[in-house]
Every structure is written in structure tokens, then in C-alpha cells.
T-cell receptor, first 115, second 113 residues
């Protein structure tokens, strides 16, 4: 596609349920990032994938959070046993292979609301 | 760990005024970037800077990579209502964690017509 695509755009779930958020990066982009943005706050790094290298998971807030990237393209962020504090916008971004300039292209995000 | 201190946190200005915001750190970086986020959207890249002392313009926007490599500023001249949004600085040193990219906490800009 022309840009980074995220789905769903909005997700409302009940506390304790699992959710899956999807990111489809720009074709040819091998680097993929997930960020979390709470209301009115900055970008909180979650996880980074680069090609076939082991992902940088240093930003995942707890073991309830996990992400995978299949075939070097689509990525899924999974939150298990959701809590109210997980409510936020989850942003995905991608960049070109070897782009040391780190020019990220962001999707529009998934607004997650945990009731 | 590495942090970017972005200021001001928010600005309320009149249409036509010039705007200045900056980002500082105690760490040295090789790349500085400025992004703008509008409501309901992801951030969009405005300007990328790759060399200490570099001054780059994009329309009414001008950004500079500090000579010490520890800071950057963004200026917006003659602001208009569509400049409203949150402006984020970001920096990279090609190493470290977080995918080698650190973000500031943002400057929220409001413009009164």
C-alpha cells in the first residue's frame, strides 16, 4: 500500500481480554517500530524489528505484551489480559532497510480502550 | 539512559507570529529529526538533519542541528491555523536500544486566528 496501515483503527475491550493489533508496513521497509501514546503524552517505545535480526524488546512494559513479525512484513502486537492502564493509541512505523537517517513513516494508530 | 528534553511543553500563539521550540540532551547524536502530529493521525516527518551545524528549511519551517550535536531547534515563521499540532523532536546515534531512535515528549502548538 501507499502508507503504513494499522487495524483496527479503534478497539474497545473488557478488562482481562486479549487483543491483537495489526500493522502492515510500507512495502520494502524492513524496519518496523511499535510505540504507545497515552492521552496527551509523548511516544513510548515498545519494540523494534529490523530484518531477520532479533527484535529489540526493551520497551515492552510487561510480559503481557508481545509482538511478532511474520515474513518480514506484517506485524502483530498482542496484549494479554488487558488492564485499564493499557488504554492508549498504539502507533506503528516503518523505515527503509539501512536507513540510518531513521526517517520513520507512521500509521494512524489503533485507539485501544479497556473498560 | 538517553533522554531528549523538549521545550516548551505547549505554546499558545496568535496567527502570524513566529514560533521557536528546541530539544536538548546530555548525549551526542548523529541525526536529528522533527515530526508533526495532528489529531487522530500518526506523526509525519518535517525535517531531517544529518550534520552538526546544518540548517535546513522546509517552507516556513527551519531547523538546525546544534554544533555540539546535543541539541536542535525548530522555527516556524508566520504561523497559520493549520500549524496546530504536536511537534516531536527525535534523535539517533546509530547505537543503543529503542531501535536507535529517541523521541522528545512533544510541544503542543495552538494558533489563534
Amino acid at each position: 500500500g501507499a502508507g503504513v496501515s494499522q487495524s483496527p483503527s479503534n478497539k474497545v475491550t473488557e478488562k482481562g481480554k486479549d487483543v491483537e493489533l495489526r500493522c502492515d508496513p510500507i512495502s520494502g521497509h524492513t524496519a518496523l517500530y511499535w510505540y504507545r501514546q497515552s492521552l496527551g503524552q509523548g511516544l513510548e517505545f515498545l519494540i523494534y524489528f529490523q530484518g531477520n535480526s532479533a527484535p529489540d524488546k526493551s520497551g515492552l512494559p510487561s510480559d503481557r505484551f508481545s509482538a511478532e513479525r511474520t515474513g518480514g512484513s506484517v506485524s502483530t502486537l498482542t496484549i494479554q489480559r488487558t488492564q485499564q492502564e493499557d488504554s492508549a493509541v498504539y502507533l506503528c512505523a516503518s523505515s527503509l532497510r539501512g536507513d540510518r537517517g531513521k526517517k520513520l513513516f507512521f500509521g494512524s494508530g489503533t485507539q485501544l480502550s479497556v473498560l | 539512559g538517553q533522554q531528549l528534553n523538549q521545550s516548551p511543553q505547549s505554546m499558545f500563539i496568535q496567527e502570524g507570529e513566529d514560533v521557536s521550540m528546541n530539544c536538548t540532551s546530555s548525549s551526542i547524536f548523529n541525526t536529528w529529526l522533527w515530526y508533526k502530529q495532528e489529531p487522530g493521525e500518526g506523526p509525519v516527518l518535517l525535517i531531517a538533519l544529518y550534520k552538526a551545524g546544518e540548517l535546513t528549511s522546509n517552507g516556513r519551517l527551519t531547523a538546525q542541528f546544534g554544533i555540539t550535536r546535543k541539541d536542535s531547534f525548530l522555527n516556524i515563521s508566520a504561523s497559520i491555523p493549520s500549524d496546530v499540532g504536536i511537534y516531536f523532536c527525535a534523535a539517533s546515534d546509530y547505537g543503543g536500544s529503542q531501535g536507535n531512535l529517541i523521541f522528545g515528549k512533544g510541544t503542543k502548538l495552538s494558533v489563534k486566528p
